[in-house]
Protein backbone atom coordinates (compact mmCIF):
# COMPACT_ATOMS: atom_id res chain seq x y z
CA UNK A 1 0.00 0.00 0.00
CA UNK A 2 1.56 3.08 -1.29
CA UNK A 3 1.74 6.15 1.91
CA UNK A 4 -0.38 9.20 1.19
CA UNK A 5 1.97 12.27 0.91
CA UNK A 6 0.13 15.59 1.07
CA UNK A 7 1.70 18.89 -0.60
CA UNK A 8 1.68 22.72 -0.10
CA UNK A 9 -0.79 22.69 -2.57
CA UNK A 10 -3.26 20.39 -1.31
CA UNK A 11 -7.10 22.41 -0.61
CA UNK A 12 -9.27 19.87 -0.55
CA UNK A 13 -9.85 15.71 0.10
CA UNK A 14 -13.33 14.40 -0.54
CA UNK A 15 -14.50 10.43 -0.04
CA UNK A 16 -17.09 9.93 -2.93
CA UNK A 17 -17.56 5.91 -3.30
CA UNK A 18 -15.03 4.52 -0.83
CA UNK A 19 -12.33 6.50 -2.99
CA UNK A 20 -10.65 9.32 -1.66
CA UNK A 21 -10.38 12.26 -4.18
CA UNK A 22 -7.08 14.96 -3.44
CA UNK A 23 -7.97 18.13 -5.09
CA UNK A 24 -5.78 21.16 -5.83
CA UNK A 25 -5.59 23.91 -7.96
CA UNK A 26 -4.17 22.31 -11.04
CA UNK A 27 -5.36 18.56 -10.65
CA UNK A 28 -7.35 15.80 -8.52
CA UNK A 29 -6.06 12.68 -7.77
CA UNK A 30 -8.00 10.10 -7.04
CA UNK A 31 -6.53 7.44 -4.41
CA UNK A 32 -8.75 4.11 -3.80
CA UNK A 33 -7.61 3.05 -0.36
CA UNK A 34 -8.52 -1.33 0.49
CA UNK A 35 -9.01 -2.22 3.74
CA UNK A 36 -6.91 -5.28 4.64
CA UNK A 37 -8.02 -7.53 7.15
CA UNK A 38 -5.49 -10.11 8.32
CA UNK A 39 -6.91 -14.25 8.56
CA UNK A 40 -5.26 -16.78 9.85
CA UNK A 41 -6.26 -19.17 6.90
CA UNK A 42 -8.22 -18.81 3.44
CA UNK A 43 -12.05 -20.24 4.30
CA UNK A 44 -12.11 -24.13 4.20
CA UNK A 45 -15.07 -23.56 1.92
CA UNK A 46 -17.75 -21.12 0.62
CA UNK A 47 -20.51 -23.31 1.56
CA UNK A 48 -22.43 -22.44 4.50
CA UNK A 49 -23.96 -26.10 4.66
CA UNK A 50 -20.31 -27.35 4.97
CA UNK A 51 -19.15 -24.93 7.36
CA UNK A 52 -16.99 -25.54 10.59
CA UNK A 53 -14.36 -23.06 11.07
CA UNK A 54 -14.03 -19.14 11.77
CA UNK A 55 -12.45 -18.26 8.37
CA UNK A 56 -15.28 -19.47 6.05
CA UNK A 57 -17.77 -17.85 8.65
CA UNK A 58 -15.98 -14.51 8.28
CA UNK A 59 -16.47 -14.73 4.40
CA UNK A 60 -20.32 -15.95 4.63
CA UNK A 61 -21.06 -12.84 6.87
CA UNK A 62 -19.80 -10.14 4.24
CA UNK A 63 -20.89 -12.10 0.91
CA UNK A 64 -23.91 -13.88 2.13
CA UNK A 65 -26.77 -12.57 3.32
CA UNK A 66 -29.69 -14.69 5.92
CA UNK A 67 -32.79 -13.85 7.03
CA UNK A 68 -31.83 -12.51 10.02
CA UNK A 69 -28.19 -11.09 11.42
CA UNK A 70 -26.68 -10.90 14.78
CA UNK A 71 -26.14 -7.62 16.67
CA UNK A 72 -22.87 -6.47 18.67
CA UNK A 73 -24.42 -8.07 21.69
CA UNK A 74 -26.08 -10.97 21.38
CA UNK A 75 -29.65 -9.85 19.72
CA UNK A 76 -30.70 -10.23 16.33
CA UNK A 77 -32.01 -7.83 13.63
CA UNK A 78 -33.18 -7.63 9.79
CA UNK A 79 -31.57 -8.97 7.39
CA UNK A 80 -33.25 -9.95 4.37
CA UNK A 81 -36.58 -10.61 6.57
CA UNK A 82 -38.13 -7.38 6.50
CA UNK A 83 -40.35 -8.42 9.63
CA UNK A 84 -40.77 -11.79 11.17
CA UNK A 85 -43.41 -13.35 13.71
CA UNK A 86 -44.20 -16.10 15.76
CA UNK A 87 -47.48 -18.20 16.39
CA UNK A 88 -48.88 -17.57 19.75
CA UNK A 89 -47.98 -21.54 20.10
CA UNK A 90 -44.15 -20.90 19.07
CA UNK A 91 -44.29 -23.56 16.35
CA UNK A 92 -44.44 -21.49 13.15
CA UNK A 93 -42.25 -18.38 12.35
CA UNK A 94 -43.62 -16.22 8.92
CA UNK A 95 -40.85 -14.15 7.51
CA UNK A 96 -41.85 -11.57 5.12
CA UNK A 97 -38.59 -10.57 2.18
CA UNK A 98 -37.51 -7.06 1.99
CA UNK A 99 -38.66 -6.28 -1.46
CA UNK A 100 -35.55 -4.50 -2.24
CA UNK A 101 -33.11 -7.48 -1.34
CA UNK A 102 -30.93 -8.37 -4.46
CA UNK A 103 -28.17 -11.04 -5.05
CA UNK A 104 -25.24 -9.38 -6.45
CA UNK A 105 -26.25 -10.28 -9.84
CA UNK A 106 -29.66 -8.43 -9.76
CA UNK A 107 -32.10 -11.21 -9.38
CA UNK A 108 -34.29 -10.35 -6.79
CA UNK A 109 -34.53 -12.31 -3.58
CA UNK A 110 -37.46 -14.71 -3.43
CA UNK A 111 -39.43 -17.29 -0.98
CA UNK A 112 -38.39 -20.03 -3.20
CA UNK A 113 -34.66 -18.83 -3.01
CA UNK A 114 -35.04 -18.81 1.24
CA UNK A 115 -36.72 -22.91 0.79
CA UNK A 116 -33.86 -24.26 -1.16
CA UNK A 117 -30.97 -22.63 0.59
CA UNK A 118 -32.35 -23.59 3.85
CA UNK A 119 -33.34 -27.14 2.86
CA UNK A 120 -29.77 -27.36 2.17
CA UNK A 121 -28.82 -27.21 5.55
CA UNK A 122 -30.84 -30.23 6.31
CA UNK A 123 -29.48 -32.56 3.43
CA UNK A 124 -28.17 -35.65 3.83
CA UNK A 125 -24.91 -34.40 3.06
CA UNK A 126 -25.06 -31.09 5.64
CA UNK A 127 -22.19 -30.76 8.18
CA UNK A 128 -24.55 -28.32 10.06
CA UNK A 129 -27.62 -30.37 10.32
CA UNK A 130 -27.41 -30.24 14.06
CA UNK A 131 -28.20 -26.84 14.37
CA UNK A 132 -31.67 -27.24 12.32
CA UNK A 133 -32.80 -30.10 13.62
CA UNK A 134 -35.62 -28.45 15.32
CA UNK A 135 -37.66 -27.93 12.29
CA UNK A 136 -40.70 -30.18 11.09
CA UNK A 137 -39.59 -33.06 9.21
CA UNK A 138 -36.09 -32.72 9.71
CA UNK A 139 -34.88 -35.59 10.42
CA UNK A 140 -36.92 -37.45 7.07
CA UNK A 141 -35.30 -35.26 5.06
CA UNK A 142 -31.90 -35.40 6.55
CA UNK A 143 -32.06 -39.50 6.50
CA UNK A 144 -33.30 -39.34 2.41
CA UNK A 145 -36.52 -41.08 3.51
CA UNK A 146 -38.74 -37.70 2.43
CA UNK A 147 -37.64 -35.92 -1.02
CA UNK A 148 -39.99 -32.94 0.84
CA UNK A 149 -38.85 -31.15 3.72
CA UNK A 150 -42.28 -30.10 5.59
CA UNK A 151 -40.93 -27.36 7.81
CA UNK A 152 -40.03 -24.55 5.53
CA UNK A 153 -43.05 -23.57 2.92
CA UNK A 154 -43.64 -20.51 0.55
CA UNK A 155 -46.49 -18.52 0.88
CA UNK A 156 -46.42 -16.53 -2.14
CA UNK A 157 -43.05 -15.12 -3.99
CA UNK A 158 -42.10 -13.00 -0.46
CA UNK A 159 -43.40 -15.09 2.53
CA UNK A 160 -42.01 -18.11 4.02
CA UNK A 161 -43.31 -19.89 7.07
CA UNK A 162 -40.63 -22.25 8.91
CA UNK A 163 -42.45 -24.74 10.99
CA UNK A 164 -40.89 -26.45 14.37
CA UNK A 165 -41.23 -29.78 15.88
CA UNK A 166 -41.98 -27.72 19.01
CA UNK A 167 -41.12 -24.36 20.41
CA UNK A 168 -37.82 -23.59 20.32
CA UNK A 169 -37.13 -20.03 21.12
CA UNK A 170 -33.07 -20.30 20.24
CA UNK A 171 -34.48 -21.16 16.57
CA UNK A 172 -33.86 -17.10 15.58
CA UNK A 173 -29.95 -17.18 16.43
CA UNK A 174 -29.71 -20.32 14.33
CA UNK A 175 -31.22 -17.96 11.37
CA UNK A 176 -29.21 -15.20 12.69
CA UNK A 177 -26.34 -17.15 12.31
CA UNK A 178 -23.35 -17.94 9.24
CA UNK A 179 -24.47 -20.93 8.24
CA UNK A 180 -28.11 -19.43 7.26
CA UNK A 181 -27.62 -18.21 4.39
CA UNK A 182 -29.82 -17.44 1.14
CA UNK A 183 -28.21 -17.98 -2.02
CA UNK A 184 -29.99 -18.07 -5.58
CA UNK A 185 -32.34 -21.50 -6.03
CA UNK A 186 -31.26 -21.75 -9.53
CA UNK A 187 -27.64 -21.57 -9.31
CA UNK A 188 -26.61 -22.84 -5.71
CA UNK A 189 -26.91 -26.55 -6.83
CA UNK A 190 -24.80 -26.24 -9.97
CA UNK A 191 -21.87 -27.28 -10.10
CA UNK A 192 -18.82 -25.26 -9.65
CA UNK A 193 -21.35 -22.73 -8.37
CA UNK A 194 -18.63 -22.05 -5.41
CA UNK A 195 -15.85 -21.26 -7.35
CA UNK A 196 -17.36 -18.25 -7.66
CA UNK A 197 -20.53 -17.65 -5.23
CA UNK A 198 -23.07 -15.33 -5.80
CA UNK A 199 -24.56 -13.73 -2.38
CA UNK A 200 -26.75 -10.51 -1.59
CA UNK A 201 -24.65 -9.50 1.49
CA UNK A 202 -22.61 -6.08 1.77
CA UNK A 203 -19.92 -7.44 -0.32
CA UNK A 204 -19.45 -9.31 -3.42
CA UNK A 205 -16.46 -11.46 -4.58
CA UNK A 206 -14.36 -10.30 -7.21
CA UNK A 207 -11.19 -12.26 -7.20
CA UNK A 208 -9.03 -14.37 -5.32
CA UNK A 209 -5.35 -15.65 -5.58
CA UNK A 210 -3.41 -17.52 -3.61
CA UNK A 211 -3.46 -15.77 -0.20
CA UNK A 212 -5.68 -12.93 -1.13
CA UNK A 213 -9.49 -12.94 -1.56
CA UNK A 214 -10.72 -9.30 -2.44
CA UNK A 215 -14.53 -8.25 -1.80
CA UNK A 216 -15.98 -4.72 -3.40
CA UNK A 217 -19.06 -3.54 -1.73
CA UNK A 218 -21.98 -4.47 -3.30
CA UNK A 219 -23.73 -0.77 -4.65
CA UNK A 220 -27.39 -2.43 -4.51
CA UNK A 221 -27.00 -3.57 -0.64
CA UNK A 222 -31.03 -3.41 0.55
CA UNK A 223 -29.35 -2.21 3.72
CA UNK A 224 -27.46 0.79 4.90
CA UNK A 225 -24.29 1.11 2.11
CA UNK A 226 -20.95 -0.12 3.47
CA UNK A 227 -18.22 2.59 3.72
CA UNK A 228 -15.67 0.34 2.56
CA UNK A 229 -14.97 0.55 -1.26
CA UNK A 230 -12.95 -2.63 -1.66
CA UNK A 231 -12.08 -4.80 1.82
CA UNK A 232 -9.69 -7.89 1.38
CA UNK A 233 -9.39 -11.22 3.45
CA UNK A 234 -5.62 -11.74 3.39
CA UNK A 235 -4.53 -15.22 4.71
CA UNK A 236 -0.87 -15.01 6.26
CA UNK A 237 0.34 -16.39 10.11
CA UNK A 238 0.46 -14.39 13.01
CA UNK A 239 4.03 -13.04 12.99
CA UNK A 240 3.62 -12.07 9.11
CA UNK A 241 0.26 -10.19 9.98
CA UNK A 242 2.15 -8.40 13.04
CA UNK A 243 5.06 -7.23 10.70
CA UNK A 244 2.53 -5.98 7.62
CA UNK A 245 0.59 -3.92 10.08
CA UNK A 246 3.36 -1.76 11.70
CA UNK A 247 4.29 -1.22 8.28
CA UNK A 248 0.66 -0.30 7.54
CA UNK A 249 0.00 -2.98 4.78
CA UNK A 250 -2.41 -4.47 6.87
CA UNK A 251 -5.29 -2.82 8.72
CA UNK A 252 -7.10 -5.59 10.80
CA UNK A 253 -5.74 -7.90 13.46
CA UNK A 254 -9.23 -9.24 14.73
CA UNK A 255 -8.47 -12.79 14.01
CA UNK A 256 -6.10 -13.21 16.33
CA UNK A 257 -6.68 -13.03 20.33
CA UNK A 258 -3.56 -10.38 21.27
CA UNK A 259 -2.36 -9.53 24.78
CA UNK A 260 -2.29 -5.83 24.05
CA UNK A 261 1.18 -6.04 25.53
CA UNK A 262 2.63 -6.85 21.76
CA UNK A 263 4.77 -4.03 20.68
CA UNK A 264 2.43 -3.48 17.44
CA UNK A 265 0.29 -1.53 19.30
CA UNK A 266 2.65 0.94 19.33
CA UNK A 267 1.18 1.53 15.77
CA UNK A 268 -2.61 1.81 15.95
CA UNK A 269 -5.34 1.22 18.06
CA UNK A 270 -6.09 -1.31 20.71
CA UNK A 271 -10.19 -2.52 21.26
CA UNK A 272 -10.39 -4.89 24.00
CA UNK A 273 -13.39 -6.76 24.42
CA UNK A 274 -15.23 -10.16 26.27
CA UNK A 275 -15.88 -13.01 23.38
CA UNK A 276 -18.07 -15.93 24.10
CA UNK A 277 -15.27 -18.97 23.63
CA UNK A 278 -12.75 -21.55 25.36
CA UNK A 279 -9.31 -22.10 24.08
CA UNK A 280 -9.10 -26.15 25.25
CA UNK A 281 -7.20 -29.30 24.23
CA UNK A 282 -9.85 -30.88 22.99
CA UNK A 283 -9.35 -35.04 24.05
CA UNK A 284 -10.30 -38.16 20.94
CA UNK A 285 -11.59 -40.78 23.26
CA UNK A 286 -11.75 -42.61 19.52
CA UNK A 287 -7.80 -43.02 19.89
CA UNK A 288 -5.97 -44.98 22.69
CA UNK A 289 -5.03 -44.29 25.27
CA UNK A 290 -7.88 -41.85 25.38
CA UNK A 291 -10.57 -44.24 25.27
CA UNK A 292 -9.09 -44.66 29.19
CA UNK A 293 -11.10 -42.41 31.19
CA UNK A 294 -8.78 -42.33 33.90
CA UNK A 295 -5.91 -41.26 31.13
CA UNK A 296 -8.43 -38.54 30.08
CA UNK A 297 -8.83 -37.32 33.86
CA UNK A 298 -5.09 -37.31 34.56
CA UNK A 299 -4.00 -35.55 31.77
CA UNK A 300 -6.65 -32.98 32.07
CA UNK A 301 -5.47 -32.46 35.71
CA UNK A 302 -1.64 -32.36 34.92
CA UNK A 303 -2.28 -29.75 32.18
CA UNK A 304 -1.56 -26.46 34.28
CA UNK A 305 -4.03 -24.20 32.30
CA UNK A 306 -3.60 -21.26 34.56
CA UNK A 307 0.38 -21.48 33.78
CA UNK A 308 -0.12 -21.55 30.33
CA UNK A 309 -2.65 -18.69 29.99
CA UNK A 310 -0.49 -16.36 32.57
CA UNK A 311 2.55 -17.24 29.92
CA UNK A 312 0.91 -16.68 26.63
CA UNK A 313 -2.44 -15.52 27.19
CA UNK A 314 -2.10 -13.50 30.17
CA UNK A 315 -5.05 -10.95 29.71
CA UNK A 316 -7.46 -13.78 29.36
CA UNK A 317 -9.57 -14.72 32.23
CA UNK A 318 -8.82 -18.47 33.68
CA UNK A 319 -11.23 -21.22 31.91
CA UNK A 320 -12.11 -23.95 34.71
CA UNK A 321 -14.63 -25.51 33.14
CA UNK A 322 -15.89 -26.05 28.85
CA UNK A 323 -18.48 -23.34 28.94
CA UNK A 324 -17.63 -19.75 28.73
CA UNK A 325 -18.65 -16.71 30.82
CA UNK A 326 -22.06 -15.28 30.87
CA UNK A 327 -23.64 -18.71 30.15
CA UNK A 328 -25.17 -21.27 31.91
CA UNK A 329 -23.09 -24.05 32.82
CA UNK A 330 -19.80 -22.33 33.35
CA UNK A 331 -17.90 -23.13 36.19
CA UNK A 332 -17.01 -20.15 38.23
CA UNK A 333 -13.93 -21.85 40.38
CA UNK A 334 -11.28 -24.49 39.75
CA UNK A 335 -12.27 -27.91 41.96
CA UNK A 336 -9.64 -28.32 44.65
CA UNK A 337 -7.77 -31.46 44.32
CA UNK A 338 -6.49 -33.11 47.59
CA UNK A 339 -4.77 -35.94 46.28
CA UNK A 340 -1.35 -36.07 43.69
CA UNK A 341 -2.07 -36.67 40.42
CA UNK A 342 -1.53 -40.34 39.30
CA UNK A 343 -0.61 -41.10 35.85
CA UNK A 344 -1.55 -44.13 34.47
CA UNK A 345 0.42 -46.36 32.28
CA UNK A 346 -0.31 -44.87 28.79
CA UNK A 347 1.02 -44.71 24.91
CA UNK A 348 2.29 -41.94 23.55
CA UNK A 349 -0.38 -39.07 22.93
CA UNK A 350 0.20 -36.58 20.20
CA UNK A 351 -0.77 -32.90 21.15
CA UNK A 352 -1.72 -30.82 17.80
CA UNK A 353 -0.45 -26.95 17.80
CA UNK A 354 -2.16 -24.61 14.74
CA UNK A 355 0.73 -23.54 12.66
CA UNK A 356 0.24 -19.06 12.13
CA UNK A 357 -0.24 -18.37 16.38
CA UNK A 358 2.93 -15.86 16.59
CA UNK A 359 4.32 -18.25 19.64
CA UNK A 360 3.32 -21.73 18.37
CA UNK A 361 6.75 -23.19 18.62
CA UNK A 362 7.27 -21.94 22.13
CA UNK A 363 3.87 -23.49 22.66
CA UNK A 364 4.37 -26.81 21.62
CA UNK A 365 7.50 -26.57 23.51
CA UNK A 366 5.63 -26.04 26.80
CA UNK A 367 3.57 -28.85 26.29
CA UNK A 368 6.61 -30.99 25.90
CA UNK A 369 8.54 -30.21 28.57
CA UNK A 370 5.79 -29.67 31.35
CA UNK A 371 3.70 -32.84 30.89
CA UNK A 372 7.18 -35.15 30.49
CA UNK A 373 8.44 -33.55 33.71
CA UNK A 374 5.38 -34.84 35.30
CA UNK A 375 5.58 -38.71 33.55
CA UNK A 376 3.47 -38.23 30.60
CA UNK A 377 4.62 -39.74 27.11
CA UNK A 378 4.11 -36.51 25.12
CA UNK A 379 4.66 -35.75 21.62
CA UNK A 380 3.58 -31.87 19.79
CA UNK A 381 3.14 -31.52 16.00
CA UNK A 382 2.36 -28.25 14.00
CA UNK A 383 0.13 -28.39 11.18
CA UNK A 384 -1.62 -25.43 8.76
CA UNK A 385 -4.96 -24.54 9.29
CA UNK A 386 -6.18 -26.46 6.71
CA UNK A 387 -4.30 -29.65 7.61
CA UNK A 388 -5.65 -29.56 11.06
CA UNK A 389 -9.45 -28.92 9.98
CA UNK A 390 -8.87 -32.02 7.70
CA UNK A 391 -7.84 -33.99 10.30
CA UNK A 392 -10.49 -32.88 12.73
CA UNK A 393 -13.20 -33.26 10.30
CA UNK A 394 -12.11 -37.00 10.02
CA UNK A 395 -11.71 -37.22 13.60
CA UNK A 396 -7.65 -38.43 13.25
CA UNK A 397 -6.55 -35.46 15.47
CA UNK A 398 -5.57 -37.29 19.11
CA UNK A 399 -5.55 -33.78 20.65
CA UNK A 400 -5.45 -30.62 19.65
CA UNK A 401 -5.08 -26.62 20.39
CA UNK A 402 -8.33 -25.08 19.34
CA UNK A 403 -10.87 -22.37 20.43
CA UNK A 404 -14.06 -23.76 20.58
CA UNK A 405 -16.58 -20.77 19.48
CA UNK A 406 -20.21 -20.28 20.68
CA UNK A 407 -21.67 -20.19 17.27
CA UNK A 408 -25.45 -19.17 19.08
CA UNK A 409 -25.95 -16.86 22.16
CA UNK A 410 -27.19 -20.44 24.09
CA UNK A 411 -25.46 -23.57 25.76
CA UNK A 412 -27.84 -25.74 23.96
CA UNK A 413 -25.72 -25.07 20.64
CA UNK A 414 -22.09 -25.47 22.50
CA UNK A 415 -22.84 -28.69 24.56
CA UNK A 416 -24.48 -30.23 21.64
CA UNK A 417 -21.36 -31.03 19.92
CA UNK A 418 -20.99 -34.18 22.87
CA UNK A 419 -24.58 -35.30 21.34
CA UNK A 420 -23.56 -39.02 20.51
CA UNK A 421 -25.27 -38.63 17.01
CA UNK A 422 -23.50 -35.32 16.13
CA UNK A 423 -20.98 -35.93 13.50
CA UNK A 424 -19.09 -33.00 14.58
CA UNK A 425 -18.78 -34.61 18.12
CA UNK A 426 -14.71 -34.40 18.25
CA UNK A 427 -14.63 -36.22 21.80
CA UNK A 428 -16.43 -39.29 20.59
CA UNK A 429 -17.80 -39.85 23.38
CA UNK A 430 -21.19 -41.64 23.05
CA UNK A 431 -23.21 -40.81 26.68
CA UNK A 432 -26.89 -41.63 27.34
CA UNK A 433 -26.78 -39.00 30.30
CA UNK A 434 -25.62 -36.21 27.84
CA UNK A 435 -28.26 -36.79 25.39
CA UNK A 436 -31.11 -37.31 27.57
CA UNK A 437 -30.59 -34.19 29.04
CA UNK A 438 -29.72 -32.88 25.75
CA UNK A 439 -33.38 -33.52 24.68
CA UNK A 440 -35.02 -32.64 28.13
CA UNK A 441 -33.20 -28.86 27.52
CA UNK A 442 -35.12 -28.65 24.25
CA UNK A 443 -38.74 -29.64 25.47
CA UNK A 444 -38.40 -26.93 28.44
CA UNK A 445 -39.66 -23.59 27.26
CA UNK A 446 -39.16 -22.30 30.65
CA UNK A 447 -35.40 -20.48 30.60
CA UNK A 448 -35.00 -20.66 33.87
CA UNK A 449 -35.41 -24.91 33.85
CA UNK A 450 -33.69 -24.95 30.51
CA UNK A 451 -31.17 -22.99 32.45
CA UNK A 452 -30.31 -25.66 34.97
CA UNK A 453 -30.41 -28.56 32.60
CA UNK A 454 -27.69 -26.68 31.07
CA UNK A 455 -25.40 -26.97 34.27
CA UNK A 456 -26.28 -30.29 34.70
CA UNK A 457 -24.60 -30.97 31.04
CA UNK A 458 -21.82 -28.63 31.54
CA UNK A 459 -21.17 -30.78 34.76
CA UNK A 460 -21.43 -33.88 32.83
CA UNK A 461 -19.11 -32.71 30.13
CA UNK A 462 -16.55 -32.01 32.66
CA UNK A 463 -17.04 -35.26 34.71
CA UNK A 464 -15.77 -37.14 31.50
CA UNK A 465 -12.82 -35.16 30.90
CA UNK A 466 -13.20 -34.46 27.06
CA UNK A 467 -11.32 -31.44 27.02
CA UNK A 468 -8.24 -29.66 29.08
CA UNK A 469 -9.60 -25.62 29.19
CA UNK A 470 -6.87 -23.19 29.19
CA UNK A 471 -8.98 -20.07 28.95
CA UNK A 472 -11.41 -17.90 27.68
CA UNK A 473 -10.36 -14.73 25.51
CA UNK A 474 -10.50 -11.29 26.94
CA UNK A 475 -8.82 -10.15 23.18
CA UNK A 476 -7.28 -7.12 22.56
CA UNK A 477 -7.75 -6.35 18.69
CA UNK A 478 -5.12 -4.35 16.87
CA UNK A 479 -6.85 -2.21 14.40
CA UNK A 480 -5.12 0.59 12.21
CA UNK A 481 -4.87 3.51 13.39
CA UNK A 482 -7.20 5.77 10.33
CA UNK A 483 -10.02 3.00 11.13
CA UNK A 484 -13.20 4.37 12.46
CA UNK A 485 -16.32 2.72 13.61
CA UNK A 486 -14.69 -0.72 14.38
CA UNK A 487 -17.06 -2.55 16.76
CA UNK A 488 -15.97 -6.03 18.27
CA UNK A 489 -19.13 -8.57 18.32
CA UNK A 490 -19.30 -10.50 22.00
CA UNK A 491 -20.51 -13.54 20.27
CA UNK A 492 -17.50 -14.24 17.64
CA UNK A 493 -15.38 -12.30 15.61
CA UNK A 494 -16.94 -13.44 12.40
CA UNK A 495 -19.97 -11.47 13.68
CA UNK A 496 -18.42 -7.78 13.53
CA UNK A 497 -20.80 -5.50 11.34
CA UNK A 498 -18.28 -4.29 8.94
CA UNK A 499 -20.85 -2.47 6.97
CA UNK A 500 -20.15 0.45 9.52
CA UNK A 501 -16.28 -0.02 9.39
CA UNK A 502 -14.55 3.14 7.17
CA UNK A 503 -11.41 5.20 7.40
CA UNK A 504 -11.10 8.44 9.42
CA UNK A 505 -10.53 11.35 6.49
CA UNK A 506 -8.61 13.21 8.94
CA UNK A 507 -5.96 10.88 9.85
CA UNK A 508 -5.63 9.84 5.96
CA UNK A 509 -4.95 13.56 5.79
CA UNK A 510 -1.78 13.35 7.98
CA UNK A 511 -0.53 10.83 6.00
CA UNK A 512 -1.24 6.52 6.31
CA UNK A 513 1.61 4.58 7.99
Excluded at 154 to 175: A, C, D, H, Q, R
Excluded at 196 to 210: D, M, N, T
Excluded at 443 to 468: G, H, P, T
Excluded at 486 to 509: E, M, S, T
Aim: with cysteine; glycine share 6%; net charge positive.
Amino acid sequence: MKKIVLGTTFTALILIGGTYHFQNKSNTKHVEIPYIKAVYSKPVTYDPAQMNDGASLIFSELVYEGLLRFTENYGVQAGIAESWETSEDGKTITFKINSKATFHNGEKITSNDVVVSLSRMLAPESKVFKYYDMIKGADEYHSAKSKELQGIKTVGSNIVKIELKSPFPPILYVLAGGTAKILPANQVNEKGFFKAPIGSGPFKLISQSENDIILERFEKYHGATPKLKTLILRAVDQDTAMKEAKLGKVHDLSSWPLSGMEDVFEHGQDISTVVADTWIIGFNSRIPPLNDLKVRKALKTSIDNEKFRHKFYPSAAPAFGYVPQGFPGHVQEKTKLNEKIFIPPHSQIKITIPFGLEKSEEIAKFFEDDLRNKGWNIKTEILKWSEMMKKYENKTLQTFLVSMIVDYPDTEFLLNNFASNNPDNYSGVKDTLIDSLLVKARSLQDRIKRYKVYEKLAKRVNELSLSANLFHSRPHYWIHKCVKNFQPNLLAVAYIDYRKVGFDVQCILGGEK
